[in-house]
């Protein structure tokens, strides 16, 4: 990273965010880390984490939207499997409806590049 880089990307692991994570923590436990200053992205770079974003609507790298598309139907594809096993906590519905806002959050990642 040189500093000149003007494009908001995504985090690497776009799915499993860690604000997503630490505002769990903060609500369920009062516990507050700090989100790391650098973040690894979808293209590989690493960018201050404050040059990311999680929405379609705000990443304007072409290859950290295309990551991102990509994890988010691979996790869409594993919520429903996962669902439909054996013991499963979450019932094969509530695992159709999480992968389809996965598919959904897929398509418009797809749809920002037009």
Aim: with cysteine; aromatic share 4%; charged share 25%.
């Amino acid at each position: 990273m040189d500093g000149n880089d003007p494009h908001i990307h995504v985090q690497s692991k776009v799915v499993h965010g860690d604000a997503a994570t630490r505002n769990v923590l903060a609500s369920t436990f009062g516990l507050a880390s700090d989100l790391p200053s650098l973040v690894t992205t979808g293209c590989g770079l690493r960018v201050p984490y404050a040059m990311t974003s999680p929405r379609p609507d705000r990443v304007t790298c072409l290859a950290c939207r295309e990551h991102a598309r990509r994890e988010h139907l691979c996790f869409s594809e594993e919520v429903e499997r996962l669902s439909r096993m054996a013991g499963s906590t979450i019932s094969p519905a509530q695992g159709k409806l999480a992968a389809d806002k996965h598919r959904d959050l897929a398509q418009r990642f797809s749809d920002a590049e037009g």
